[in-house]
């Protein structure tokens, strides 16, 4: 009998064909609709294997319902929609997919950026208004990007990738990390310094850590009342890192000049969200990784974990610790 999968959105039809050589295959075949949760906790009764997304929350009671699932593959870097610690204690294995979103999602950090620094969508915006009229000295200006400090909070793949794209507007570079990383520091040419002086001294903030307890509004009002009255915090890691009503505060009252938003703590936003109705913030949908090539290779690399874990083997982005009898 073919092992069952439970894929919770649309991926690749070329995708899907691969493991519908080796399982039976079911999906939620709906792109923009997230699966409802009552009926997840119906299909992953009888599943082996199951490929979601951060959009899903796969909490204790929903694992408790698996009677047959080995694997949970979640399309992503991060994992915080996951109980870990149930998964393991139930035998199940949790892959991420790392590595193959690093220089897109740099990219689109770089990108949001210069975007909230020269102010270009609300640019954009005043043309497509019909404000535009002529020409002045004043309008419109932005910060410049060339020759000013970026601080980034959290180094890891990504905050690597981010520098090397910093150094190409001959940015200093600052970085702060729960540990401190000497080899790259000689490679990349950046400092590491504590975040309080990172926030005091930097122009750009990047916000790169991981969504955990001990990251829960890192970012909160006694951090941003440390940054410049000109500076920039830009958050492409995860909703919840930085606390949305202090951010939101600062910006209003210009404590902060401006701030570019990937990320909110709960997805999709609300329109009536405060941080949407002001003019010197940036905000996206969530598309830091949003290449057609890198989610392409997520979604491969996701059902790739789900095939290994399914014969009985260990996949390459095991995230628990679980035996393996071959």
Not at 43 to 71: F, Q
Request: glycine share 6%; with cysteine.
């Amino acid at each position: 009998m073919k092992p069952k999968v439970y894929i919770t959105r649309r991926i690749p039809e070329h995708i899907v064909k691969r493991i519908n050589k080796t399982c039976e295959v079911r999906m939620w075949d709906h792109e923009d609709i997230p699966i409802p949760y009552e009926i997840l906790e119906k299909e992953i009764e009888e599943i082996d294997g199951l490929l979601c997304l951060l959009t899903e929350t796969i909490d204790d009671a929903l694992i408790r319902k698996a009677k047959n699932l080995k694997i949970i593959a979640n399309m992503a870097v991060g994992y915080n929609n996951i109980d870990i610690n149930s998964a393991t204690t139930h035998g199940i294995m949790v892959t991420n997919t790392p590595d193959v979103l690093t220089e897109t999602t740099a990219d689109l950090t770089f990108g949001l950026l210069m975007a909230t620094a020269r102010r270009l969508i609300e640019a954009s915006d005043y043309l497509k208004s019909g404000e535009w009229k002529t020409w002045s000295p004043m309008q419109l200006t932005g910060l410049d990007i060339h020759g000013a400090t970026l601080g980034i909070i959290g180094l890891g793949r990504i905050g690597e990738a981010l520098v090397r794209r910093a150094k190409g507007f001959d940015m200093k570079v600052l970085y702060s990390n729960r540990s401190r990383k000497y080899e790259q520091e000689y490679e990349l040419g950046i400092n590491y310094t504590s975040l309080e002086n990172l926030l005091l001294e930097s122009d750009f903030v990047c916000v790169m850590v991981p969504y955990t307890s001990e990251t829960k509004n890192l970012i909160d009002s006694e951090q941003l009342s440390l940054m410049k009255e000109n500076a920039v915090l830009i958050n492409t890691a995860r909703g919840g890192i930085v606390n949305e009503i202090a951010l939101y505060k600062a910006l209003k009252y210009r404590e902060i000049w401006g701030a570019g938003i990937d990320v909110f703590e709960n997805e999709p936003v609300s329109l009536d969200h405060p941080l949407l109705t002001l003019p010197n913030v940036v905000t996206l949908p969530h598309i830091g990784s949003a290449s057609i090539a890198t989610r392409t290779k997520m979604a491969n690399l996701a059902v790739t974990n789900l095939m290994t874990a399914l014969q009985n083997e260990k996949p390459q982005n095991l995230l628990n610790d679980i035996y393996f009898i071959n």
